[in-house]
């Protein structure tokens, strides 16, 4: 991935803008040279640099051998491009739309170095729990509002509030209904509240059920957002799935609306839990629904 850096330099031919004040101060024009300010195309840029750094922290961290050899042959595409030291990295960037595609990676690549803390052999890395619950619960929320932003952009995605839906005006003392995610289709529209939790399930007399509160939630968003009574609105719970709690894919017709309940499985290949994603839009929307399709 290679990107625009900027350069100043005493040049003997102009580029870019000439630096004025600096010019003078260092007495360049003395040599026939002035001080210029442009732009170079280089993969040796900053972002790289991040990248890479965030890599070879992870081939150091405790993680499976098949993991590190991928990882290494990462590597080779980043012979050219220097590292950086994983404690002093500046993560304050100005993004714009010719490097905005660097803006979720190197999110991700801050949650890895902030995650990973130094052991005391200093030789190797370890995964530290370094959110609580409640951060957890906003990054699922927000990577899957993100993820179908990017993926389908032939949908109205967003975090909608719901207004109620009331016989009077007056609503100022009832609580905001704020969606994690709406998505719509001309007049198809699935609401989803996602949920991070420790299990998906509630245990009442050695029986598993499904967690009431959640439900009387997504339903009633659901009825409230439908004032047509249409039937066109359709609400997911939609859990991460824990490692030592059962998967769950069900679905009801509760007063004419659809009400799911599924379990998104997080410890798989990225590629498996994308499929995950899609096949719910796929499933609730138009059959001619397709994905971004990105140039080669």
Not at 83 to 93: A, D, G, R
Not at 194 to 219: M, V
Request: glycine residues 2%; contains cysteine.
């Amino acid at each position: 991935m290679e990107a625009y850096i900027e350069e100043k330099n005493s040049l003997n031919c102009l580029r870019g803008k000439i630096d004025i004040s600096e010019s003078v101060k260092k007495q360049t024009m003395v040599e026939q040279r002035l001080v210029c300010v442009y732009d170079d195309f280089t993969t040796d840029s900053y972002f790289n640099r991040i990248i890479k750094t965030t890599v070879l922290v992870l081939i150091r961290s405790d993680i499976s051998a098949d993991r590190k050899k991928s990882l290494r042959n990462l590597l080779l595409f980043f012979k050219d491009i220097g590292e950086l030291n994983p404690f002093n990295i500046c993560w304050n960037q100005t993004y714009n739309r010719n490097n905005e595609f660097y803006h979720m990676l190197l999110s991700i690549c801050y949650l890895v170095i902030k995650g990973l803390l130094q052991t005391s052999n200093g030789s190797k890395y370890k995964l530290s729990r370094f959110f609580d619950d409640d951060q957890m619960h906003k990054l699922y929320e927000k990577f899957i509002l993100e993820y179908y932003r990017k993926e389908y952009p032939s949908l109205n995605v967003s975090a909608a509030q719901i207004p109620w839906w009331l016989d009077e005006e007056s609503d100022s003392l009832l609580p905001v209904m704020q969606s994690d995610i709406t998505i719509k289709q001309d007049d198809k529209v699935l609401i989803i509240d996602a949920k991070y939790y420790s299990h998906n399930t509630a245990t009442r007399f050695d029986k598993r059920t499904l967690i009431s509160d959640n439900l009387y939630q997504i339903f009633t968003y659901v009825k409230n957002y439908d004032t047509r009574r249409s039937g066109n609105v359709s609400g997911l719970l939609l859990y991460a799935q824990p490692d030592d709690d059962i998967a769950v894919n069900s679905s009801y017709m509760m007063s004419g609306n659809k009400i799911a309940v599924k379990t998104l499985n997080l410890d798989l290949p990225f590629k498996e839990i994308s499929e995950q994603l899609d096949e719910i839009v796929m499933n609730e929307f138009s059959s001619g629904l397709r994905k971004r399709q990105y140039s080669s």
